[in-house]
């Protein structure tokens, strides 16, 4: 690929309009989201969806969420049913994504061939702006290299995509700090495929019901075909070797947690806010005191865990309700499911 000269530029009025431009005219711009930075390019572009695939040395199989800047706009990219559009309304915009029958002129490299298209419309006004400016959907995975942490700083797309896009819309963190709820609304029932910033809960609370796909929270089996294709890839994996301790005791947890760290070297302890006293001298880093406070700074402490070259990363998770699915998730992912429950 060749190399280009990336500009990071604030997010305002003048940049979003010259985005906009760079979008309709076929370029890639990283934007900000509440969720996390993305990859944005034309939806409706094969050469624009293939050259995101390719920034991102994304597998070809995983396809990408369109984002709209209305409801209605996903009426000309897919089919709503009643209940979707019920959920449309209930939460957008903001971090739902829903899975629904495709229009044809949703082009194949964009959905990897599936008969489904991931629809979003995000709450970011910037990311608002920016498919407004450029009048197309607006297909944009998260602006990581594929494999690492989803960016929730422009520092952090820069990162990895310097060389490889023109632009970054810099709009500071992002509020939510992980992707979007990802849900299948072709049937009756709802079914998380990937837990989000809307919880199962929120989406009960408007469905009636809410399923959760039960390989949010394990491996796949060999040879088991993944319900949505993001469940089989490798995802958000540190350089270190990452282990989630996880239960209601909170002694337990922390003792634990001292245990594998005295057994090994060069060692970190995420922890949550209330426990960063427990640990003695030993080398500790702040989760939040709640499972929001984590999702928002999950992203960044893994790459921070990185960029100090951790070996072995130890992480205090959360009970599985709310938000905390989606925290449990994506720690569980990045420790490649090395949980140990107390
Ligand atoms: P990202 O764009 O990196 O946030 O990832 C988008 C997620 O949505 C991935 O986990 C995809 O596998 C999933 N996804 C996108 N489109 C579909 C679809 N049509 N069916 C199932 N999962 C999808
Ligand atoms: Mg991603």
Redesign the pocket.
């Known amino acids: 690929m060749d190399r280009i000269i990336t500009r990071v530029l604030p997010a305002d009025d003048e940049s979003i309009r010259l985005g906009g431009e760079m979008i309709a005219r076929g370029e890639l711009v990283g934007f900000p989201t509440e969720t996390?930075y993305?990859l944005g390019g034309n939806a409706l572009s094969d050469r624009a969806v293939r050259d995101i695939f390719a920034a991102k040395g994304?597998p070809a199989d995983?396809?990408?969420?369109v984002h709209v800047a209305k409801m209605e706009e996903a009426d000309s990219l897919c089919f709503p049913t009643d209940l979707a559009k019920e959920l449309m309304r209930a939460f957008w915009p903001g971090p739902l994504?829903l899975?629904m029958k495709?229009k044809p002129c949703v082009p194949d490299v964009t959905?990897?061939s599936?008969d489904?298209?991931?629809v979003r419309c995000p709450m970011h006004p910037a990311a608002l702006g920016l498919i407004s400016a450029a009048g197309v959907p607006i297909a944009?995975?998260?602006g990581n290299l594929s494999g690492r942490p989803?960016p929730t700083r422009a520092a952090h797309m820069l990162e990895d995509m310097d060389g490889r896009i023109p632009l970054i819309l810099d709009g500071g963190d992002c509020r939510v700090g992980v992707?979007?709820t990802?849900l299948?609304v072709t049937g009756d029932e709802p079914v998380i495929?990937?837990p989000g910033g809307i919880t199962r809960e929120d989406i009960a609370r408007v469905a009636g019901k809410c399923a959760v796909a039960d390989s949010v929270m394990r491996p796949l089996k060999e040879g088991e075909s993944a319900?949505?294709?993001?469940?089989k890839?490798r995802h958000y994996a540190p350089k270190g070797n990452m282990t989630v301790v996880e239960g209601a005791d909170a002694e337990k947890v922390i003792r634990k947690l001292k245990e594998l760290y005295d057994a090994s070297k060069n060692a970190c302890i995420l922890c949550h806010t209330a426990h960063l006293k427990e640990f003695g001298a030993r080398r500790v880093m702040d989760l939040g005191d709640s499972a929001e406070k984590t999702a928002h700074v999950l992203f960044a402490a893994l790459r921070e865990m990185d960029d100090e070259h951790i070996s072995r990363i130890l992480c205090e998770g959360w009970s599985e309700n709310g938000v905390g699915l989606a925290v449990m998730n994506r720690m569980a992912r990045a420790a490649a499911f090395d949980i140990v429950r107390v």
């Open positions: 996390v993305g994304r995983n396809p990408l969420i994504t899975l495709k959905t990897a599936l489904t298209v991931a944009a995975p998260s989803s992707e979007s990802v299948s495929f990937r319900p949505s294709p993001g469940m890839h």
